[in-house]
């Protein structure tokens, strides 16, 4: 590891070629590498590097095991069962005794009770509330068992367990590192940590011991990776053009005429040298009504009908997005995603739109005020433009993103741009956004919506275990939805990665994980 660390930290370029070294930017930054802080997918992206859980997703969003050797739920589904797999080892570390820190059941124990313990601060606390059982939610009989004793059933326990929150951590390097932790990670997973200059670059380096390993199939089968920190976007572009980079992600309208026919493939002059990956992500971007604003004509449900079927989605992803990102023509739960329901008729109908209009007989008396950020303002004046087509007033209101997000939390906003990125692979994480026990600010229920059968059909799809069950609750859940219209879906969207020839077998799932353990450079 040292010998390494001198590599990646001391030589020069041409030097550090030698080395096989996947090179690619975080231009957000990182704010920890501990688990219990891996909120944004700047931070997940690396501790996804670093870490393991009891369960993992595969390319399709299968769930599949990691750490867990398999598992049993109970006749009640209030316990769910993890047998551990023997020999997995925590990266070597002085904190331990021995050279060799296996991975035990207790292990998981302390790891999710930190997650619940407030003194943490772990920005995943939420995801055990109200659903696990109070008295000894998490036990261990023996090394290799390990139990989760929830209060009642809760079906999408097994999709929130890949979450990166649920990693596992030695108490030993938490407890001897405390804050530090989060730079001075001890996982399980394919690299290691090597070293840190914050702003500048982050090294990771091979894990030898890595437990999915075998002497045919050795994983990761590249040396190190090296996450760099360049804030602009186009000095980043302009590094990978210039071999600096390795993978590219990431699309902004300054730029993406540089890189993107209107297709959304590589412009011609890229193709020798660079390979386009565009797969779905499970983030579903909408305009959200806020029906608790009783002043506002947004109250009329004809008038969200008529905003909604206006909208020309195709010209948006063609014109604006150079065909990143699918229409959305369905439910909000978006493509990748088995629930999942497309509609059989389009959503963009203008003389469908002027029926609903001259039904709402809403008569404005001044602008519509539709409040979004400068990174979206193209998307919103051709929004502008569609519903003035037909007749509706709407004045934009551009505000940073943090404002944003205060005032739709906090009820301020009547019109507005939102998006819901998935937290784990389950349609239930985005009917949770109109469940009204969620309502902002005690959770992602932006629009206020308040519909007694939906919730209870809501939490019957919480505890329900069969699939085709789970598929018509959660038809009966979308249709009320499109009745009730508390929003104006976009598009769903789509990932997007660049990557040089060189560098194969990088794989991205719908959550936009970046998996390295099988890449390689031919």
């Given amino acids: 590891m040292h010998i390494t660390l001198l590599l990646i930290s001391c030589k020069n370029d041409s030097q550090n070629n030698e080395k096989k070294i996947i090179r690619f930017n975080s231009p957000t930054g990182i704010t920890s590498l501990d688990p219990a802080f891996a909120r944004t997918q700047e931070n997940i992206r690396a501790v996804n590097q670093l870490f393991n859980g009891l369960l993992q997703l595969d390319d399709n969003l299968n769930i599949i095991p990691a750490i867990a050797k398999n598992y049993t739920i109970s006749s009640d589904a209030k316990t769910y069962t993890f047998v551990i797999k023997k020999g997995i080892l925590f990266h070597n570390d002085p904190v331990f005794k021995s050279e060799q820190r296996e991975v035990i059941a207790q292990d998981f124990v302390y790891s999710f009770n930190r997650i619940i313990n407030p003194n943490t601060a772990s920005d995943g606390a939420w995801i055990f509330n109200e659903i696990i059982d109070q ?17 009642k059933p809760f079906t999408p326990l097994l999709s929130m367990l890949t979450m990166a929150y649920c ?53 990761p089968k590249i040396d190190a990776v090296s996450i760099y920190f360049v804030q602009s976007k186009q000095t980043e572009l302009l590094e990978f053009t210039q071999g600096k980079l390795d993978l590219f992600t990431g699309l902004e309208s300054s730029f993406k005429d540089e890189i993107l026919t209107a297709e959304g493939t590589l412009m011609p002059k890229y193709t020798a040298n660079f390979a386009l990956k565009k797969s779905p992500f499970l983030n579903t971007e ?41 229409p959305a023509n369905g439910g909000f739960c978006p493509i990748g995603l088995p629930s999942f329901r497309p509609l059989k008729n389009q959503q963009y109908d203008v003389d469908l739109a002027q029926q609903y209009l001259v039904k709402s007989a809403i008569k404005q008396t001044k602008p519509l005020l539709l409040t979004t950020t400068a990174d979206y303002l193209d998307l919103c004046i051709l929004v502008q433009k569609n519903c003035a087509d037909i007749g509706i007033d709407i004045k934009i209101d551009v505000v940073p993103s943090s404002l944003l997000k205060q005032q739709k939390s906090s009820g301020d906003l009547t019109f507005f741009r939102s998006s819901w990125i998935a937290d784990y692979p389950d349609g239930e994480n985005y009917m949770a956004c109109f469940y009204s026990s969620n309502t902002a600010p005690n959770g992602p229920n932006y629009t206020r919506y308040n519909n007694l059968d939906f ?8 505890s329900e275990t069969y699939p085709t069950k789970r598929q018509d609750l959660f038809a009966e859940l979308q249709y009320k939805l499109e009745i009730d219209q508390p929003y104006a879906l976009l598009f769903y969207d789509e990932s997007i990665w660049i990557r040089t020839k060189k560098v194969q077998n990088v794989k991205i799932n719908a959550m936009n994980h970046l998996d390295l353990r099988q890449a390689y450079f031919k």
Wanted: proline share 6%; glycine share 6%; charged share 20%.
């Fill in 167 to 219: 990693y596992v951590v030695p108490m030993e390097a938490v407890e001897y590192y405390g804050k530090g932790f989060g730079k001075k990670p001890i996982g399980t997973g394919p690299f290691q940590f090597a070293n840190w200059a914050e702003g500048i670059k982050l090294n990771l380096v091979k894990n030898k011991h890595y437990f999915e390993s075998t002497l045919t199939h050795p994983i």
């Fill in 286 to 326: 909408y305009l959200a009504f806020n029906l608790e604003d009783s002043t506002s004509p947004v109250q009329d449900v004809n008038l969200r009908k008529a905003i909604n079927h206006c909208i020309n989605r195709t010209k948006m992803i063609r014109y604006l997005r150079n065909g990143i990102g699918k």
């Fill in 135 to 151: 008295q000894e939610p998490f036990y261990a009989p023996n090394d290799s068992t390990f139990e989760i004793h929830l209060k």
């Fill in 455 to 462: 919730d209870t059909k809501y939490l019957q799809l919480l």
